[in-house]
């Protein structure tokens, strides 16, 4: 998995309790991705980070945050967990250049109850 | 209208034969174009990237770039039960660093 590491690999959390969800890259890339996959969806991007402190908003971020203190570190966290953000998260790194090929995280799959 | 549309599937193929993939995107400006395998319950595998016009071969797979029609495909030559996967368009539009991606297409290859 290129160097991506994501922690926890599994979580079932309830319904309003604060979840932060750790990726975790051996490649000092610059960019790194937070996407969700539920299926009908595909993959759609949460949030992305192309540098330390340096995050912008995807497609879908309503109810998530990012931070990024470290280049190997990419945090999501969703304040306040609702039923509609069950699904599996993969974070994903790609180099800075102009290739842009994305190399994916193991993922996360959260269960909110 | 979608940024990124790949056949909605399953595609079933025999064992040996050519599984044919298809893509088209809607930013005419886009540069690059990849090809993700998903196997279920699994993260997305970078297959095959693709940058300019023709046919690109990596072992039995083939990508196929047209930017004039817009379109992108994969071909899998000598398919194997192995290849049996979801197989994931992605595009860069123009002026991003962020990919958008089709929602897959399911091959299935029987034996």
């Known amino acids: 998995d290129a160097g991506i590491t994501q922690s926890p690999r599994h979580k079932v959390t309830e319904t309003g309790t604060p979840v932060t969800l750790r990726c975790h890259q051996t490649?000092?890339?610059?960019?790194m991705y937070w996407y969700r996959q539920d299926p009908g969806h595909g993959l759609r991007l949460i949030h992305y980070s192309y540098g330390v402190k340096d995050t912008d908003k995807g497609e879908v971020s309503d109810g998530y945050s990012v931070s990024r203190s470290k280049t190997e570190d990419f945090l999501l966290t969703l304040e306040s967990a609702t039923s509609s953000q069950t699904s599996v998260y993969f974070c994903?790194?790609?180099?800075?250049?102009?290739?842009?090929?994305?190399?994916f995280g193991p993922g996360t799959r959260l269960t909110v109850t | 209208q979608k940024e990124v549309e790949q056949n909605s599937g399953p595609l079933s193929v025999p064992e040996g034969a050519i599984a044919s993939l298809n893509c088209t995107y809607s930013?005419?400006?886009?540069?690059?174009f990849f090809w993700y395998r998903q196997y279920s319950g699994k993260s997305p595998e970078l297959i095959m990237s693709?940058?300019?016009?023709g046919d690109k071969e990596d072992g039995r797979f083939t990508a196929q770039l047209n930017k004039a029609s817009q379109y992108v495909s994969l071909l899998i030559r000598d398919s194997q039960p192995s290849d049996s996967a979801t197989y994931l368009c992605?595009?860069?539009?123009?002026?991003?660093?962020?990919?958008?991606f089709g929602a897959g297409t399911t091959v299935t290859v029987r034996a």
């Open positions: 693709i940058y300019s016009n």
């Open positions: 490649e000092n890339h610059r960019y």
């Open positions: 992605a595009v860069k539009p123009s002026n991003d660093y962020k990919l958008s």
């Open positions: 994903a790194i790609s180099a800075a250049g102009d290739s842009e090929e994305q190399y």
């Open positions: 930013d005419r400006g886009s540069q690059s």
